[in-house]
């Protein structure tokens, strides 16, 4: 089964950027399934962030447009969320999916204080 490892969280001051990565241990996978990053605050659901469809179709949450980016590698290998402008209220574990198969990573966790 295909294995995905989020990597690129850490502590950030507000205001600041960070890219997170998602890599899929199967080749070209996100040529063929949608992609989706995901949050949970500690006491909260976890959220959608952002997806990035097989057409390169792209939807974020309210919350980030503007200031966050999805995208994905040209050997659909590995995804990205490029988070600018960061917040406290960003601050969350940060987990990707494959959205067409409910294959979840581990998170990466991203704080944002100062």
């Known amino acids: 089964q295909v294995q995905l490892v989020e990597s690129g969280g850490g502590l950030v001051q507000p205001g600041g950027s960070l890219r997170l990565s998602c890599a899929a241990s199967s080749r070209n996978i996100f040529f063929f399934n949608d992609v989706g990053w995901y949050r949970q605050a500690p006491g909260k659901e976890r959220a959608l962030v952002a997806t990035?469809?097989?057409?390169?179709?792209?939807n974020y949450a309210d919350s980030v447009k503007g200031r966050f980016r999805i995208s994905r590698d040209d050997a659909g290998n590995t995804a990205y969320l490029q988070m600018n402008n960061l917040e406290p209220e960003d601050t969350a574990t940060y987990y990707c999916?494959?959205?067409?198969?409910?294959?979840w990573g581990q998170g990466t966790q991203v704080t944002v204080s100062s």
């Open positions: 990035h469809t097989v057409n390169r179709e792209t």
């Open positions: 999916k494959l959205v067409n198969l409910g294959v």
